[in-house]
């Protein structure tokens, strides 16, 4: 295994861990801090992918334009994980910095299946290279 290799099972290690504590956060309603941890659950798991493709990003937005570039657009993972990926990071920014939130508690609940099913999608296209 190369040290590339071991970064990539780092990464998907990391988005299965902050899925995991997403789903603790959520048990004690603990939302914004549910949204936070979905949101790098996705981060890392975006960051594994891009990195098996050789492709890297310095900031949260770079690894954003690089994921709607070279997975998006390209084709590697349909449209769908793309909206899901900006809709957790407008939502993470929101309750990260923003006061007195209104949190749609349907959308918080539906967004962990969706992440979950990101994350093993990722998975599955790695380990399949």
């Given at each position: ?27 004690q ?6 949204l ?20 890297t ?26 909206d ?16 007195l ?11 962990v ?17």
């Amino acid at each position: 295994m190369t040290d590339k290799d071991r970064v990539i099972a780092y990464r998907i290690d990391r988005a299965q861990m902050s899925l995991s504590a997403a789903e603790v956060l959520l048990a004690q309603k603990m939302y914004p801090d549910v949204l936070n941890r979905l949101y790098y659950a996705c981060f890392y798991a975006v960051s594994a992918l891009l990195l098996s493709l050789d492709v890297t990003a310095k900031t949260h937005a770079g690894l954003r334009s690089q994921f709607n570039l070279h997975i998006i657009h390209a084709g590697v993972l349909p449209k769908e994980y793309g909206d899901l990926y900006n809709d957790l990071i407008e939502a993470r920014e929101e309750t990260d910095y923003d006061d007195l939130i209104e949190l749609d508690l349907d959308r918080v609940y539906q967004f962990v299946p969706r992440v979950r099913r990101f994350i093993d999608t990722v998975g599955h296209i790695i380990s399949s290279r």
